[in-house]
């Protein structure tokens, strides 16, 4: 049964930084792509980051330059650096994770990921 378990939200104050982290149960992910997910309240789901198996990674224009996504294959465990958070950043985030290796043009699509976790809440405050 595969599983993945994020870890790692809480709440901060604006500019504050945050590290989630997924871990990947029954799936190994070192040879496919991974990616994070956010629901804000009353929102619909939206891509936030994406990583190939060969490290390539893709941002959505709202997390450039102060999110990083990166990946531990021994440990068989991604994660999300945000740094500079900002109230708008406020949103239950999901992991997930893809049957391919490269998520292509496809990596923001939901219907690109197989498996979901249950999420971690972030709440940044002003």
Avoid: H
Wanted: aromatic residues 12%; glycine residues 10%.
């Amino acid at each position: 049964q595969v599983q993945l378990v994020e870890s790692g939200g809480g709440s901060v104050q604006s500019g504050g930084s945050l590290r989630l982290s997924c871990a990947a149960y029954g799936y190994a992910i070192s040879n496919v792509c991974m990616g994070w997910f956010r629901q804000p309240p009353g929102k619909e789901r939206e891509a936030v980051a994406s990583i190939d198996m060969d490290g390539g990674t893709r941002y959505a224009d709202s997390v450039k330059g102060r999110f990083t996504i990166s990946r531990d294959n021994t440990k068989n465990t991604q994660f999300l650096q945000m740094n500079s958070l900002k109230p708008e950043d406020t949103a239950m985030y999901y992991c997930a994770a893809s049957f391919r290796a490269f998520c292509a043009s496809t990596w923001s699509r939901w219907v690109e990921y197989q498996y979901w976790g249950q999420g971690t809440q972030v709440t940044v405050s002003s």
